[in-house]
């Protein structure tokens, strides 16, 4: 599990997205460790931790209804998909490049597929930028001193 702050940032990500019960049930659901609270393996482990359960009465069958149905819960399961994709490919990066610096080949061609998937944001967000500023100039700033000179 992750720092309390870290956990806490990612409840309040889904929280934008949706509601408490919601976001706590997809947390449950498909990153069970990340929970606040641990030992909760089933659902009803779930509503009796979190108060936002209860008295509504959710079933596990009501709330699984949500990933089908709830635009929201959907783009949270999204991103919180994309978040862990994002680690389990930076665990993979670090495995592949220790394999690769001990002389394995094949660790060595796997982590340049996986650095172009895991980098290629940064890469997009720099060529993005320097087409923006391409042919852009940035005017020379006038020395202070002549201007101090040149205004007596």
């Known amino acids: 599990m992750g720092s309390s702050s870290e956990v806490s940032g990612i409840i309040r ?3 934008k997205f949706t509601n408490d019960p919601k976001a706590y049930y997809i947390l449950w ?3 069970p460790h990340l929970l606040p609270k641990s030992g909760i393996e089933s659902f009803q ?3 009796d931790a979190y108060a936002c359960f209860n008295p509504v009465g959710y079933t596990e069958q009501f709330c699984d209804s949500w990933l089908d ?3 929201g819960a959907q783009k949270a399961v999204r991103w919180l998909k994309n978040m862990l994709h994002q680690s389990q490919m930076i665990k993979l990066y670090d495995s592949l490049f220790k394999r690769a610096l001990e002389g394995d080949d094949k660790a060595c061609k796997s982590l340049l597929q996986v650095s172009k998937e895991l980098f290629a944001d940064v890469d997009k967000k720099k060529d993005d930028l320097e087409a923006l500023l391409k042919g852009f100039t940035i005017p020379e700033e006038e020395n202070e001193d002549e ?3 040149g205004g007596d």
Do not use: G, I, P, S
């Open 13 to 15: 990500k889904l929280k």
């Open 147 to 149: 201007d101090k000179e």
């Open 69 to 71: 149905l709830d635009e």
């Open 45 to 47: 482990d779930l509503k």
């Open 29 to 31: 659901k498909y990153a």
